[in-house]
């Protein structure tokens, strides 16, 4: 909303005259979201407590009649034994390694993202702040 402020008050009016407006409406965007926040805070944790507790719910077909076998048996979590007693995946000391090695994949891929971006950021021109708050984060979540 301060972007769009600025872009069309600045029509006819040098930068200072309306800078005292852009941070009203600045300060004034920045607080209701923060009451958004704190509202979606209170209905999570104190509303509708039992919502949050449920965890998703699993769509169900209203006029699907199960088969014979899904009657008979249920079904088989993926890492279960036969019992249905949930099972590790993988063992502790391998966790530790596969956490280990790809916490240092991504520090080298981070090294490399900034290392490119850093002189293709430097030659257009753009600043620091810009490149840390809006150009690094876009780009590192363009693989999500």
Same mark, same amino acid.
């Given at each position: 909303?301060? $972007?769009?402020?600025?872009? $069309? ?8 005259? *309306?800078? *005292? ?10 607080? !209701? ?12 944790? *104190? ?43 993988? $063992? ?5 390694? !596969?956490?280990?090695?790809? $916490? ?9 993202? !900034? ?30």
């Amino acid at each position: 909303i301060p $972007t769009a402020y600025a872009a $069309t008050a600045r029509a006819g009016c040098p930068v200072p005259c *309306h800078v *005292h407006a852009l941070n009203e409406v600045s300060r004034g965007s920045a607080l !209701v979201l923060f009451l958004v926040y704190l509202a979606l805070l209170a209905f999570q944790l *104190h509303t509708h407590k039992d919502l949050a507790a449920q965890g998703p719910s699993s769509p169900s077909l209203p006029f699907r009649q199960p088969s014979a076998t899904e009657t008979a048996s249920p079904p088989r979590e993926p890492f279960s034994d036969l019992e249905g007693e949930p099972r590790a995946a993988m $063992t502790l000391p391998a966790g530790i390694f !596969v956490l280990a090695v790809v $916490t240092a994949a991504i520090a080298v891929l981070s090294e490399v993202l !900034v290392g490119t971006l850093e002189p293709a950021a430097h030659a257009l021109g753009l600043t620091p702040m810009f490149i840390g708050v809006a150009l690094l984060p876009l780009v590192g979540n363009a693989a999500e």
